[in-house]
Protein backbone atom coordinates (compact mmCIF):
# COMPACT_ATOMS: atom_id res chain seq x y z
CA UNK A 1 0.00 0.00 0.00
CA UNK A 2 1.26 3.37 -0.96
CA UNK A 3 2.32 5.33 2.25
CA UNK A 4 3.53 8.87 2.36
CA UNK A 5 4.64 9.59 5.84
CA UNK A 6 5.48 13.36 7.20
CA UNK A 7 7.33 14.19 10.56
CA UNK A 8 9.08 17.60 11.90
CA UNK A 9 6.47 19.69 12.13
CA UNK A 10 5.94 21.55 15.14
CA UNK A 11 5.72 25.06 17.40
CA UNK A 12 9.20 27.17 16.73
CA UNK A 13 9.62 30.65 17.92
CA UNK A 14 10.07 33.25 15.36
CA UNK A 15 13.88 32.82 14.35
CA UNK A 16 14.08 29.20 14.71
CA UNK A 17 14.41 26.31 12.45
CA UNK A 18 12.21 23.36 11.79
CA UNK A 19 13.44 19.80 9.76
CA UNK A 20 10.66 18.30 8.09
CA UNK A 21 11.04 14.64 6.65
CA UNK A 22 9.25 13.06 4.21
CA UNK A 23 9.10 9.06 3.48
CA UNK A 24 7.55 7.39 0.49
CA UNK A 25 6.93 3.58 0.21
CA UNK A 26 9.10 1.41 -1.98
CA UNK A 27 6.40 0.62 -4.05
CA UNK A 28 6.17 4.04 -5.38
CA UNK A 29 8.13 4.06 -9.09
CA UNK A 30 9.28 5.96 -11.65
CA UNK A 31 9.52 9.30 -8.87
CA UNK A 32 10.91 12.29 -10.70
CA UNK A 33 10.01 14.87 -8.63
CA UNK A 34 9.48 15.26 -4.67
CA UNK A 35 8.43 18.43 -3.02
CA UNK A 36 6.70 20.34 -0.39
CA UNK A 37 3.82 22.86 -0.72
CA UNK A 38 1.87 24.36 2.27
CA UNK A 39 -1.39 25.95 2.87
CA UNK A 40 -2.01 28.23 5.07
CA UNK A 41 -5.77 28.80 6.54
CA UNK A 42 -7.99 30.86 3.59
CA UNK A 43 -4.70 30.53 1.31
CA UNK A 44 -4.32 28.24 -1.42
CA UNK A 45 -1.99 25.68 -1.70
CA UNK A 46 1.30 26.70 -2.83
CA UNK A 47 4.77 25.26 -3.87
CA UNK A 48 7.93 25.43 -1.02
CA UNK A 49 10.30 23.52 -3.16
CA UNK A 50 10.87 20.58 -5.17
CA UNK A 51 13.71 18.69 -6.64
CA UNK A 52 13.79 16.53 -9.64
CA UNK A 53 16.04 13.40 -9.90
CA UNK A 54 19.16 15.63 -11.73
CA UNK A 55 18.79 17.65 -8.59
CA UNK A 56 17.12 20.58 -10.36
CA UNK A 57 15.86 22.65 -7.65
CA UNK A 58 12.52 24.99 -7.54
CA UNK A 59 12.40 27.24 -4.38
CA UNK A 60 9.31 29.69 -3.71
CA UNK A 61 10.44 33.23 -3.73
CA UNK A 62 9.45 33.55 0.05
CA UNK A 63 12.20 30.83 1.04
CA UNK A 64 15.11 31.31 -1.07
CA UNK A 65 18.27 31.38 1.37
CA UNK A 66 15.98 30.22 4.33
CA UNK A 67 14.99 26.64 3.07
CA UNK A 68 17.11 23.81 1.93
CA UNK A 69 15.47 21.08 0.08
CA UNK A 70 17.35 17.51 -0.09
CA UNK A 71 16.66 13.96 -1.37
CA UNK A 72 17.87 10.45 -0.35
CA UNK A 73 16.75 8.44 -3.56
CA UNK A 74 17.76 5.17 -2.09
CA UNK A 75 15.32 6.33 0.93
CA UNK A 76 12.66 7.66 -1.66
CA UNK A 77 12.89 10.13 1.01
CA UNK A 78 12.66 14.13 0.83
CA UNK A 79 13.75 16.75 3.96
CA UNK A 80 13.07 20.77 3.68
CA UNK A 81 15.44 22.35 6.15
CA UNK A 82 13.89 25.50 7.43
CA UNK A 83 15.65 28.32 9.15
CA UNK A 84 14.70 31.84 10.15
CA UNK A 85 11.22 30.90 10.63
CA UNK A 86 8.73 33.87 10.30
CA UNK A 87 5.00 33.70 11.02
CA UNK A 88 4.08 33.79 7.84
CA UNK A 89 6.02 30.41 7.20
CA UNK A 90 2.87 29.22 9.91
CA UNK A 91 0.72 26.48 7.26
CA UNK A 92 -0.03 23.30 6.94
CA UNK A 93 3.25 21.91 4.90
CA UNK A 94 2.26 18.58 2.80
CA UNK A 95 4.70 16.33 1.19
CA UNK A 96 4.35 15.78 -2.61
CA UNK A 97 6.08 12.79 -4.53
CA UNK A 98 5.87 12.93 -8.78
CA UNK A 99 5.92 10.13 -10.75
CA UNK A 100 6.14 9.36 -14.39
CA UNK A 101 3.34 7.18 -14.72
CA UNK A 102 1.48 7.04 -11.90
CA UNK A 103 0.61 10.62 -11.43
CA UNK A 104 1.02 12.29 -7.76
CA UNK A 105 1.43 11.17 -4.49
CA UNK A 106 0.76 13.64 -1.39
CA UNK A 107 1.28 13.27 2.72
CA UNK A 108 -1.22 13.64 4.99
CA UNK A 109 0.61 17.35 5.92
CA UNK A 110 2.43 18.25 8.65
CA UNK A 111 1.56 21.51 10.86
CA UNK A 112 4.01 24.15 11.21
CA UNK A 113 3.10 27.05 13.80
CA UNK A 114 5.71 29.87 14.09
CA UNK A 115 4.94 31.83 16.80
CA UNK A 116 6.31 33.32 19.86
Known amino acids: QVQIVESGGGLVQPGGSLRLSCAAS????????MGWYRQAPGKQRELVAAQTNDKNTNYAESVKGRCTISRDNAKNTVYLQMNSLKPEDTAVYYCNVGTRYSGDYWGQGTQVTVSS
Open 26 to 33: RDIFSIYV
